[in-house]
């Protein structure tokens, strides 16, 4: 973005746009719209992705391929975190599950109300002889199944909130940063200066397999206590079927749980402390169907130029430039003039024979 990636219109965006799963893809796409307009006028013409020297970093050089690493392999211990209220989840839970409203259901498939979701996949008769146990139960017996799942449920949290609260990390992403002269950056990413970096036009990418986003800094972790109930909720049902030795359901049944914001991965994802501000970071966020199955999933893209590392060896720089030179693109060399009297790199073109 021209000014920050901090934009206070930004922000407001992205907080803004909220994508339930139950909305049409027609639906979804007029929420993502806005910001799609918004980051086709801001994405800047060029973002760098820094490198340090090694066999495979040069090979993907060498076959314009931008690879993807989850969030957990970051260098940021929050990176892809959940923050979630726990408590406020377990209070939520302790309110749902009473024996009035194990009552109030009762009366509701009685009147053959039973949400489709649940008719769909469970056979009639298991519901029927379920709610005819129920129907025949004591209320004292009632209290003590509401406080028996009440118990299990808030226990599920308890033993799963970890696992829950990592579950974003296992996305795949590839950072870049809006600048290629400061030194803090290669002297953290590109091996104290002896590496490289590749910049890259990202201008109108496709949102088919990957999106590309600005980071967000600032003081506090984005609250997600919502999408980690569904989370908790997709969990449970989980092993509600493995109970019942009937997990294949579950591709069926999950839906049932409609995800209340399927942006909110992303979100998670491109908020940082506003300690790193200074790297100018803009995530890309893989979507590929086989970001799961693959450790390193990729997309070939072309840099458009490289630039080298003040230290770079004589025999990287060779390697380098030849390979820029086969992809026609441009090499610049990273250096400090003596007379400059800011702390940034400046980048020199170097004429390839």
């Avoid at 449920?153 to 590839?174: F, R």
């Avoid at 600005?214 to 506090?220: L, S």
């Amino acid at each position: 973005m021209s000014s920050s990636v901090t934009n206070h219109d930004y922000m407001k965006l992205i907080h803004s746009i909220v994508v339930p799963e139950i909305l049409s893809d027609e639906e979804k796409g007029k929420q993502y719209q806005p910001l799609v307009d918004y980051l086709n006028a801001k994405t800047p013409d060029k973002l760098y992705r820094f490198r340090s020297c090694k066999e495979r970093t040069i090979h993907e050089f060498d076959q314009d391929i931008l690879g993807f690493a989850s969030a957990s392999e970051m260098n940021d211990d929050f990176d892809g975190m959940l923050y979630f209220d726990k408590e406020r989840i377990k209070a939520e839970v302790n309110e749902t599950v009473t024996p009035e409203n194990i009552i109030r259901m009762l009366k509701l498939s009685n009147k053959g109300l039973i949400p489709p979701e649940i008719k769909a996949y469970i056979p009639e008769l298991i519901i029927q002889n379920s709610m005819n146990a129920f129907g025949h139960a004591k209320f004292e017996d009632l209290c003590s199944f509401a406080e028996e799942s009440k118990n299990m449920i808030t226990g599920i949290i308890d033993q799963q909130t970890t696992l829950v609260s990592q579950l974003t990390q296992a996305q795949k992403i590839a950072c870049l940063s809006q600048t290629v002269d400061s030194a803090a950056m290669w002297g953290y990413y590109a091996n104290n200066g002896t590496g490289f970096a590749l910049s890259y036009d990202l201008r109108n990418v496709s949102h088919t397999d990957y999106c590309l986003l600005p980071m967000i800094y600032g003081g506090k972790r984005l609250e997600a206590t919502e999408y980690a109930t569904w989370l908790f909720q997709q969990e449970l049902l989980q092993r509600i079927l493995i109970h019942f030795q009937a997990i294949t359901l579950y591709p069926l049944m999950q839906h049932a749980f409609p995800c209340p914001d399927q942006f909110m991965c992303s979100k998670v994802l491109i908020h940082k402390s506003s300690n790193w501000r200074h790297e100018k970071e803009w995530r890309l966020i893989y979507y590929g169907k086989d970001g799961q199955s693959q450790k390193y999933p990729y997309v070939i893209k072309k840099p458009t130029a490289v630039y080298l590392g003040r230290h770079i060896s004589a025999i990287n720089e060779k390697i380098l430039c030849q390979i820029a030179a086969e992809k026609g693109i441009p090499v610049y060399k990273m250096t400090v003039r003596e007379n400059n009297p800011t702390y940034k790199l400046v980048s020199q073109r170097i004429d390839l024979l």
